[in-house]
T-cell receptor
Framework: GAGVSQSPRYKVAKRGQDVALRCDPI?????LFWYQQALGQGPEFLTY????????KSGLPSDRFFAERPEGSVSTLKIQRTQQEDSAVYLC?????????????FGSGTRLTVV | KNQVEQSPQSLIILEGKNCTLQ??????????LRWYKQDTGRGPVSLTI?????NTKSNGRYTATLDADTKQSSLHITASQLSDSASYIC???????????FGRGTSLIVHP
């Protein structure tokens, strides 16, 4: 596609529920990033993939967060046993072989609300 | 610790007026600095990118400046339009790292 597509756009989850957020990056983009953005804050790094390899997951806030990109294209961010503090916008970004130096393209994000 | 501080936190201006947003960073070693525009409910979109040797870069009504000595950058918006209402985020990347440091953003509201 022409841009980074994220789904769903909005997700309301009951506390304790598991959720899965999908990111479909620009075709051919090697690098894929997940960010968490709280209201009124800048995006915070969660994890980074190069193709199917998860090279950095240092930003994942707890072991309830899990991300995968099994075929090096679509990625899924899974949050188990959601808590209220997980409420945020989850942004996905991808870039080509030049990495960030050539510019991220961000998706529109998934707004997760845990009630 | 790498940090990016932006000011003001929010700004309200009248349509047609100019404004300047500030970004101070402590990131080292410096690789590049980007300004992003984030409309409500959308992902950030890159406006400009500047490397160490660049002092000024323009993109239409947006002009970014960089002072690598003082580690400061500014984004100047000329003749503001209602569509400029958004959050503007300063992002700095260190050399050798693929994880940039994001500022918290400046929320700009342009009133008619």
């Amino acid at each position: 596609g022409a841009g980074v597509s994220q789904s769903p756009r909005y997700k309301v989850a009951k506390r304790g529920q598991d959720v899965a957020l999908r990111c479909d990056p620009i075709s051919g983009h090697v690098s894929l990033f997940w960010y968490q953005q709280a209201l009124g804050q800048g995006p915070e790094f969660l994890t980074y993939f190069q193709n199917e390899a998860q090279l950095d997951k240092s930003g994942l806030p707890s072991d309830r967060f899990f991300a995968e990109r099994p075929e090096g294209s679509v990625s899924t961010l899974k949050i188990q046993r959601t808590q209220q503090e997980d409420s945020a916008v989850y942004l996905c970004a991808s870039s080509g072989t030049g990495g960030e130096a050539y510019g991220y393209t961000f998706g529109s994000g998934t707004r997760l609300t845990v009630v | 610790k790498n940090q990016v501080e932006q000011s003001p936190q929010s700004l309200i201006i009248l349509e047609g007026k100019n404004c300047t947003l500030q970004c101070n960073y402590t990131v080292s070693p410096f690789s590049n600095l980007r300004w992003y525009k984030q409309d409500t409910g959308r992902g950030p979109v890159s406006l400009t990118i500047m490397t160490f040797s660049e002092n000024t870069k323009s993109n239409g009504r947006y002009t970014a400046t960089l002072d690598a000595d003082t580690k400061q950058s500014s984004l100047h918006i000329t003749a503001s339009q209602l569509s400029d209402s958004a959050s503007y985020i300063c992002v700095v990347r260190t050399g050798g790292s693929y994880i940039p440091t994001f500022g918290r953003g400046t929320s700009l509201i342009v009133h008619p």
